[in-house]
Nanobody, 128 residues
Framework: QVQVVESGGGLVQAGESLRISCTAS????????MAWFRQAPGKEREGVSC????????SYADSVKGRFTISRENAKKTLYLQMNSLKTEDTAMYYC?????????????????????WGQGTQVTVSS
């Protein structure tokens, strides 16, 4: 049984940094691409970043490019999202998504249908 669990969310002030994590068990963690999504109240879920199986290739949404960094430690079966220079508009529930079908991020990686396992989310709140 695949389990995906996010952690590390919290309340921070604008301009500060936060790192959230995701562990995934029950599948070959080092074989598949993974991604972070977020959903703010009243808004659709959006793709934030994607990373390939080895960590050697990453993609970002324009809204976070240059501020967020996705990474993974396959030995620890852990995915990270380092978020710097946080803005109030980054406030959202952040979800970890795993695909067991793709080793690399698809060209249309923000499309949620590529991912078949999801965590419950971790809340990130940025105050002004």
């Amino acid at each position: 049984q695949v389990q995906v669990v996010e952690s590390g969310g919290g309340l921070v002030q604008a301009g500060e940094s936060l790192r959230i994590s995701c562990t995934a068990s029950g599948l070959s963690f080092d074989s598949f691409a993974m991604a972070w999504f977020r959903q703010a109240p009243g808004k659709e879920r959006e793709g934030v970043s994607c990373i390939n199986w080895s960590g050697g290739s990453t993609s970002y949404a324009d809204s976070v490019k240059g501020r967020f960094t996705i990474s993974r430690e396959n030995a620890k079966k852990t995915l990270y999202l380092q978020m710097n220079s946080l803005k109030t508009e980054d406030t959202a529930m952040y979800y970890c998504a795993v695909t067991s079908r793709y080793a690399s991020c698809p060209d249309s990686w923000p499309a949620s249908h590529y991912y078949n396992y999801w965590g419950q989310g971790t809340q990130v709140t940025v105050s002004s």
